[in-house]
């Protein structure tokens, strides 16, 4: 929406036990790049949660201490560990001091961190690319259907061992909508 002139949106949301509380960071992008982090452990009364950037908010604009242009998808570890996708993939500190890492890739959209690996959508379509988490280097990219599929990763993710991938086709301005699933292991194989 617009908020005095100022263009904002959210684009990504994630809820991460770490340790005992429940933490919901907000990903609010455009004319703002901001990461917000609010502790939810009792969803009646939300806070912001201090421990994480400046009393809960991160500032990730040109001001910020790390520095982005527009914030897409993110995925939040159990130990508060951020993987935020901005065009590259960041790797933030639980506590957003720092920047632990970054995989280097124009159009990384979504993101998913699941046991050993990092799994990567991109805007374009290209490639849905499995990175190892703490080399962040390349492992493989996973093939798809884009003339079935569409070419937009919305969502990556992964339950049970099995990667479930989104198109968001209204982004396309083509016809495809649709969630692709593919097992990881050989006993998800059967799920």
């Not at 933490?23 to 421990?51: G, I, Q, S, W």
């Not at 604009?61 to 790390?66: E, K, L, R, S």
């Not at 939040?76 to 957003?96: E, M, R």
């Not at 919305?154 to 649709?178: P, Q, S």
């Amino acid at each position: 929406g617009d908020a005095g002139g100022i263009h904002v949106g959210v684009n990504g949301v994630d809820v991460a036990k770490v340790g005992d509380k429940y933490l919901c960071y907000v990903m609010v992008n455009y004319d703002v790049d901001r990461l917000y982090c609010f502790d939810v452990t009792d969803p009646a009364h939300p806070e912001p949660y201090k421990a994480f950037g400046d009393n809960g908010v991160l500032e990730l604009g040109a001001d910020g201490a790390i520095t982005i242009s527009d914030g897409d998808y993110i995925d939040v570890d159990s130990d508060g560990v951020v993987w935020l996708c901005a065009g590259d993939v960041l790797k933030i500190a639980p506590d957003g001091s720092a920047l632990l890492g970054k995989i280097a890739g124009a159009g990384a959209y979504s993101v998913c961190h699941a046991g050993n690996y990092v799994i990567v959508g991109r805007k374009d379509g290209s490639a849905i690319t499995v990175y190892d988490d703490s080399s962040l280097e390349k492992i493989t990219d996973v093939k798809y259907d884009t003339e079935t599929y569409g070419t937009r990763i919305g969502r990556v993710m992964v339950i049970d061992d099995i990667l479930f991938a989104t198109n968001t086709a209204e982004n396309d301005g083509g016809a495809f909508a649709a969630i692709m699933a593919a097992p990881l292991t050989a006993d998800a194989e059967g799920k």
